[in-house]
């Protein structure tokens, strides 16, 4: 009965928009280019794209499996495909991680939408560097502002959850992710005319390999993990509202190239911008929120309209493409509440929307009043970024290729990637090699690395 009541994607665009929409977030605006922009720009992101397509593709086809074949979110899917045994905990990890994910990411969302509010305003107008830098600590750390954004983005996430999933997540993913791309094109190409923007274009294809160390390689496939929403639920949950004729490979491909091409975007508005201006791309977090009006108002001082124009502009972006992540990690936890507890929508996602809202205000205050209290010498915010992104999503996704390459049936396995054998799936071995060993040695490879156990 399940698989005739679960609620479908009502097309194959729609399906990858919204797919592509758990996918680019922050991760590729926010989190990309100050990764890339400490890690030797383009080294680090051959590195990134090596992890995208050696682990990130197969891990995510090996989601969309598991969900597909499942109809069960997450949560439940392990399951129904393994009752009985011991892999529930794997679903049950993907739901935690995702939902402490979307915690302290919508912190950051809510900065995006003050960042909105400033821009609309003029508030960056006649500032100096040092202004931009009190503007952004003074936000951060006061106890009150970012928290009022912060209920408001869970809101607007709450609002989009609880009109279901064609109503609600494929209809805003048909909207926001085409209006995404609209605006991240146009910035680029006002940035890449900027005097000077030629070394940030140089910075992003010329690779410095000086800076490569086995950090880089932890941090390339974090980055790969978080930007592509692996091992934290999203996929897999989306993927039980795909319908038979979709077809798993050219969705997974389609959302990669998605998702690659908005980072590399992203940076192709940021850096050449950056360096127009002589600012270093190595300023870290506070990139886009310290280092960014400083450019637009420096790069567009001539032209006060078209400095307003991109401000406003580029922060609308960020909150849109925020937004669409936020909405897959909420799924995540909703669906689940839904079906392991039979709690209607609405009452799941209000359980999921006020969770979220406590542990975001948690880790928006130790930014600042509680900023004493710290795990393993990081705030709390931090501490919940390093422990999802460089440790439980990696290992989510591979327990997933693990999961897929060596306990579940491989005829199972084969009918999904085929849409049972209407389609050609010329990608099979290669893809079940990666799984079953690829994957696992390459991830705890760099583990181990990280850890400092290969001296």
């Not at 922050?26 to 050696?54: K, M, S, T």
Request: proline letters at 4%.
């Amino acid at each position: 009965m399940q698989q005739h009541e679960r609620a479908n994607f009502g097309s194959k665009l729609g399906a990858i928009l919204a797919a592509a929409g758990s996918a680019v977030g922050l991760g590729n605006i926010w989190r990309f280019p100050f990764e890339a922009g400490n890690h030797g720009g383009a080294a680090f992101i051959l590195i990134y794209l090596g992890c995208v397509f050696i682990f990130g593709l197969p891990i995510m086809i090996a989601e969309f499996v598991i969900g597909r074949r499942s109809k069960a979110s997450t949560g439940k899917a392990y399951s129904v495909l393994a009752p009985g045994t011991s892999w529930k905990w794997v679903g049950y990890f993907g739901v935690l991680t995702g939902f402490l994910i979307l915690g302290y990411y919508s912190v950051v969302a809510g900065w995006t939408l003050e960042y909105v509010f400033q821009a609309a305003i003029g508030g960056f107008s006649g500032k100096t560097p040092g202004d931009f830098v009190g503007m952004f600590n003074d936000f951060s750390k006061d106890p009150l502002r970012p928290l009022l954004w912060l209920f408001i983005f869970i809101a607007l996430t709450h609002f989009v959850i609880v009109k279901g999933v064609k109503s609600g997540i494929e209809k805003s993913a048909k909207i926001m992710m085409p209006l995404l791309f609209v605006l991240i094109v146009l910035l680029a190409v006002c940035s890449v005319m900027l005097p000077g923007a030629w070394k940030g274009i140089e910075f992003l294809l010329k690779p410095d390999f000086s800076k490569v160390t086995s950090h880089v390689f932890l941090g390339a496939m974090g980055q790969a993990f978080f930007s592509l929403s692996l091992g934290m639920g999203c996929l897999s949950t989306y993927a039980s509202y795909f319908s038979k004729d979709i077809r798993l490979g050219h969705t997974a491909m389609s959302v990669g190239l998605i998702d690659t091409c908005v980072s590399v975007l992203a940076g192709l508005v940021i850096f050449p911008a950056a360096f127009s201006v002589g600012i270093q791309p190595d300023a870290g977090p506070s990139l886009i929120f310290i280092t960014l009006p400083n450019v637009f108002q420096q790069a567009f001082g001539d032209i006060p309209f078209l400095s307003y124009i991109c401000a406003v502009a580029f922060y609308v972006l960020l909150a849109l493409a925020a937004l669409t992540s936020t909405i897959s990690l909420h799924e995540v936890a909703t669906a689940f509440l839904h079906e392991k507890f039979r709690f209607s929508r609405g009452k799941a996602a209000r359980l999921i929307s006020c969770s979220c809202l406590l542990i975001g205000i948690v880790a928006s205050l130790s930014l600042g009043d509680w900023s004493e209290y710290r795990i393993a010498s990081l705030t709390i915010f931090d501490a919940l970024d390093f422990l999802t992104a460089k440790i439980m999503l990696p290992l989510g996704g591979m327990l997933a290729a693990i999961f897929v390459g060596w306990f579940l049936k491989r005829k199972i396995v084969r009918d999904e990637v085929t849409n049972n054998g209407l389609i050609k799936a010329p990608y099979y071995s290669a893809f079940m090699f990666i799984l079953k060993y690829v994957a696992p040695i390459g991830i705890s490879f760099i583990f181990i690395n990280e850890l400092g156990w290969l001296g």
